[in-house]
């Protein structure tokens, strides 16, 4: 369901990585996605 919703609803999919990330829940949180949103916010910066 995350990559669906990363494809189809981006701030819907940041809510709910955020609160999957914050609440330890690493196993559940897309992290392939996650990685690379970090990776291109380093090189925007």
Partial sequence: MS???YDHD???WT???AGLLRA???SEADLEHI???IESM???E
């Fill in 15 to 17: 809510t709910e990585q």
């Fill in 3 to 5: 990559s669906t919703l």
């Fill in 24 to 26: 330890g829940k690493l």
């Fill in 35 to 37: 990685a690379e949103e």
């Fill in 42 to 44: 380093g090189k925007s």
């Fill in 10 to 12: 981006f701030y819907a």
